[in-house]
């Protein structure tokens, strides 16, 4: 039982420190954006804010996602992730 506690602690630990790296991440992509928002109608940042909290820097994700997640038809995903690139 004791081992069992211990365990659980550990993982709220764990917990805990992947919220402080989805900050800093967050932190890291807000100055992102300020350095080249002015590039970036506000649409596009607050689509570019959604694709960042559902994939991050980790995931790769293309346009079928991009309809998916944002609601856009093919066209506008496509010139979604051109402007990106």
């Keep these: 039982m004791n081992e069992e506690k211990v365990?659980?602690?550990?993982?709220?630990?764990?917990?805990?420190?992947?919220?402080?790296d989805i900050q800093d991440k967050k932190v890291y992509i807000e100055r992102l954006?300020?350095?080249?928002?002015?590039?970036?109608?506000?649409?596009?940042?607050?689509?570019?804010?959604?694709?960042?909290?559902?994939?991050g820097f980790d995931e790769v994700f293309g346009r079928s996602a991009v309809m998916e997640?944002?609601?856009?038809?093919?066209?506008g995903a496509s010139k979604l992730l051109s402007n990106l690139v």
Excluded: C, M, P, Y
Aim: no cysteine; net charge negative.
């Design 69 to 75: 997640l944002l609601e856009l038809k093919a066209s």
């Design 33 to 55: 954006l300020s350095e080249k928002g002015s590039d970036f109608s506000v649409k596009t940042t607050v689509h570019i804010h959604r694709l960042f909290e559902k994939f």
């Design 7 to 20: 365990d659980i602690g550990d993982t709220k630990v764990d917990i805990e420190n992947g919220k402080v």
